[in-house]
Structure formats: C-alpha cells, structure tokens
C-alpha cells in the first residue's frame, strides 16, 4: 500500500512523468501500491492515449474490480481495448451483485459466453439481481449472506462457521430465519463468541432490526443508513424472506454517486462524463444545455425589448437594470439550493411546504427592504434622481420576493412532474428572475417617469 499521505495529484504526476519517460518499472510501482478503487480514479484523471497505456499495465487480476470502480464512458473505452477472452476474464472474477452493475456494459458475445460458463445457481443469481431496478435495495444487496436458525445453540453456529470458512467479508452479523427462511433478527458476531455455546440463537439474537425491502430506493437505503447508524442490514421480499444483505461499503458509494450526479445536473451534465473525452461528444452534449439557456436568454431580452422606449430615454435604467437581476437571481439560487438538499434528504413534504414557502417570503421580504434601501441610496447619489431611486428599490423587493417563491415553487413542481429539480430547476429560476427582474423596474420606470 502507498502512503497515506500521497495524494491522487502526487500520484499521478509520477506516473505522467514515469509514462513521459518510458520508465514503465516506475508506473508498474505506482500501480501495486494502489487499490483498484484508486487505479479507477487515476485512469480517470488521464486522457484517453495516456489511459490506455496506462490500463495496459494494470495486472489482470483486479481488471474486473477497476471496471467496477471507473465511470461508465470510462469503462466503455476500456472495455474497447480489451480482447474478449481478457472481458470474459476480469468479470468472472466478479461476484454477482458486481458483476450485474457492469454486466450491461459488456459486449453482447462476452455476455453470452459470461452466461454459458457459469453453473446454474449462479446464472439464476445474476438474472435475479438484473431483475431490480438499476437503484434498487435490490441491485446494492449481497447474496453472501450467513443464515441461521433461531433455535439451534451457539455452539451448532460456530461448527457451521468453521465448516464454511472462509467467512464472508463484513459479516458483522449472523441472520436469523425461522423455517420458511423468513427474517426474524440477527445474531451479532461478538456475541457468539463471547457467550455459553450451549444457550440458543433465540436467547441472544436482536429482534428489533430494521430489515430493507428488495424495491426500496437506493437513496431511501442512504438515509436509512445514516439516521439509524447501520454497519449491515437485510434485505427482505414483501412477503418478509430474506433475500441478502447491503453493508455500509456499498452504502458509501451510493452516497458518492449521488453527491456527483447533483453536482453535475446543477451544470447540466450527465454524472458519468468523462472530463478528459474527446473534444466534439463532449461539445455535443454540452451544447444542448448552452442551447436551452440561450432560449430563456432570448426570452429576458424580448421582454426588454419591450421597454425600449424607456431605455433610450433613461441611460440609467440599462446602468441599473442587472442588479435587479443579479440580485434576484442570486437570492433565488439560495433558496433553490437549499430546497434541493431538503427534497433530496428527504425533510420537504406536502405538509410542511407551505410553512417553508412563508418563511422564505419572509427572508425574501426582509432583505429586499434592506438591499433596496442601500441600492435606491447608491443610486440617489449616482444620477441625482430620487425617483429612479425609489423605482429599483420597489422593483429589488418585487424581484426577491418573486425570487423566494420560485426558489421553492419550482423544485416541488419539477418533482411532482417526475423531473430531477437539480438538472433544469436554476435554468429556469434564472428565467423567472430574469423575466420579472426587468418587468417590474421597466415597468415602473415606463409608467412614472415617461
């Protein structure tokens, strides 16, 4: 293993400076150090040439567990320069819940091949994993779960453990199933060895454990995870059988991915973007977004060009006219933002919507009187106007406080009408803002001061 204290940034300036010099030995080096999770991450931060050189030297053994780790358009330009017997490889060494989050991706003959070579068990463990959905319980769950009796002793459980070793990684807990192989509890590890192996499961077991349906939604499983403290949990059908279980392990990358894919929508872009892709896929996708904002751009400037008449004969309105904006557009992303992150931890609902909407008319209120009465100064003192004053501190509270509404408006309705409020929400609240922006100060200053 590297150093802790060797950064992703120190590590790949050694290996572009290993690769610039042909020193393959030193990338090698660089390589065995590294976990698959950081070779992932390290073959993501290289341009495409650099990458493949690079995924040429990483060892077969822990192909499969880097193709799991790396983000999709990654892994589809690495799957690209392997050969099939190497695809075939890498993905058996896979287990199923791994294997079915790439599965997919794989080229429709090395699926094939990939099913063909498999036991039946195994072949009826994948397609059952493929049958959730892609962010479900059902796809995070491991099938190697340790399945107990309630009414066999200690002493039975530890035989059995022995017989089956190796144990699986973080099993921390021993399920406990009654005949039907339906959850009743589990049965922590510590306390199997630290107890009389002569006393039963039953006496021992904590039956009060929250068990996770097959269909509940990875983000669901997320929150679950944090508010209760959970290391491992069971998965359990509608009918209470157990099905598997999901360890914090898997918990801390759906937690990851979603931090990404919020961050990326707020741009714009798809959370599986690959920031060193060639040139023209990355400027058509981008350029679908740029083309929505220049609709909503030309919408704010026809609006303004309906007050043109005003404009030419009052040079200070275009002076002042982006504050209103500015200001309202900014308020108005703090509050989509913070709306965004209580729909996305859960706290917004239906009942408690409307006090959140009277509270941010309220902010709204208070810092619009206060940022108006210092921008109507400024401007008092700029063109000697105590009207034009008067005119952008009206339209600054119109604005903020329209700005308040959308800010939470926009985000409930984005979601009930099933579209991510994080991927077009400040598309269109810069829209609203804009728009009502140059309205209301326009408007003001067309009907007092013409």
């Known amino acids: ?233 069971p998965v359990v059908d509608e009918s209470g059988l157990l099905l598997g279980r999901i360890v914090i392990d898997d918990i801390v990358d759906v937690i990851r991915e979603e931090s990404e894919q919020a961050l990326m929508n707020m741009a714009g872009l798809d959370e599986e973007e690959d920031l060193f892709a060639s040139i023209l896929p990355s400027a058509k996708r981008r350029a679908v977004w740029l083309g929505i904002n220049l609709v909503t751009a030309f919408l704010a400037a026809w609006v303004i060009g309906r007050f043109e008449d005003a404009l030419d004969k009052i040079v200070a309105l275009a002076v002042l006219m982006p504050i209103v904006a500015s200001m309202g557009g900014i308020a108005g992303s703090q509050t989509l933002t913070l709306a965004i992150r209580g729909m996305a931890l859960g706290q917004i609902s239906r009942t408690n919507s409307t006090w959140l909407l009277r509270k941010e008319v309220g902010i709204a209120a208070i810092n619009g009187v206060i940022w108006s009465l210092v921008v109507a100064v400024l401007a008092v003192a700029w063109f000697g106007s105590v009207a034009i004053g008067a005119i952008i501190a009206a339209a600054l509270v119109i604005n903020m406080l329209a700005a308040g509404v959308a800010g939470i408006v926009i985000p409930l309705m984005l979601k009930r009408a099933g579209i991510d409020p994080a991927l077009s929400g400040s598309v269109i609240l810069t829209t609203v803002t804009d728009v009502i922006g140059f309205m209301a100060f326009l408007g003001l200053a067309t009907f007092f001061l013409l």
């Not at 992703?8 to 030995?25: F, K, N, V, W, Y």
Request: proline letters at 4%; aromatic letters at 4%.
């Open 1 to 233: 293993m590297a150093e802790t204290t060797e950064t992703m940034e120190d590590r790949l300036s050694r290996i572009h400076r290993a690769m610039g010099e042909e020193q393959l030995d030193a990338v090698d080096a660089v390589i065995a150090d590294l976990e698959p999770a950081e070779i992932a991450l390290l073959l993501e931060s290289l341009p495409p040439a650099a990458r493949v050189r690079l995924w040429q030297r990483v060892p077969a053994e822990v192909d499969g567990e880097v193709l799991l780790h790396v983000h999709d358009e990654v892994r589809s330009t690495l799957l690209d320069d392997m050969d099939h017997e190497e695809i075939v490889a890498a993905a058996a060494a896979l287990d199923t819940t791994d294997l079915a989050e790439i599965f997919e991706d794989l080229p429709q003959q090395v699926a094939e091949d990939m099913l063909r070579s498999m036991d039946a068990l195994q072949r009826t463990r994948l397609e059952e994993t493929l049958s959730f959905g892609e962010d479900s319980a059902g796809r995070l769950m491991r099938l190697d779960t340790i399945a107990v009796r309630a009414d066999v002793s200690l002493e039975t459980v530890s035989r059995f453990l022995r017989w089956k070793e190796p144990v699986p990684d973080n099993t921390y807990q021993l399920m406990v199933v009654d005949r039907n192989a339906r959850f009743v509890g589990v049965l922590p590890i510590a306390r199997l060895v630290s107890h009389d192996p002569s006393m039963a499961v039953a006496d021992l077991m904590d039956q009060e454990v929250d068990s996770i349906r097959v269909d509940m939604k990875s983000r669901d499983v997320a929150t679950l995870f944090q508010t209760h403290d959970l290391v491992s949990a």
